[in-house]
């Protein structure tokens, strides 16, 4: 029986701190988001990066992906220009949390 306090629905992807996972992304856009300031409690509009995932860590899957962290979203502003994320898996790691949560982004080229 699953966790309670697991997604039960999992359609987006969740990193943890210290976790890594392999994404490969076939669609993105930007869409807005209210997220609530943990420190201020207060609701702010924000841009998010959504990106559609069809297989993580080598599974299929039909997720999304969102990044609102400004310098996760300049690892990906190269690659969305024609959507040339596609031809990649990105190997994305979390580092620490809140204000302190820093990305390592690994880009490994797909097989033909």
């Not at 300031?37 to 509009?45: A, E, I, K, N, W």
């Amino acid at each position: 029986m699953a966790e309670p306090e697991q997604d039960l629905l999992q359609n987006f992807v969740r990193l943890e701190p210290g976790e890594s996972k392999r994404l490969h992304f076939v669609d993105h856009a930007i869409a807005p988001r209210d997220i609530r300031d943990p420190v201020t409690g207060l609701v702010r509009p924000v841009r998010t990066l959504v990106f559609i995932v069809d297989m993580e860590d080598g599974v299929p899957v039909q997720k999304t992906f969102s990044v609102t962290a400004s310098r996760l979203a300049a690892e990906f502003a190269p690659f969305l220009t024609d959507r040339l994320y596609r031809a990649f898996d990105f190997v994305i790691t979390k580092h620490g949390s809140g204000f302190g949560t820093t990305y390592t982004v690994v880009r490994v080229p797909r097989s033909a």
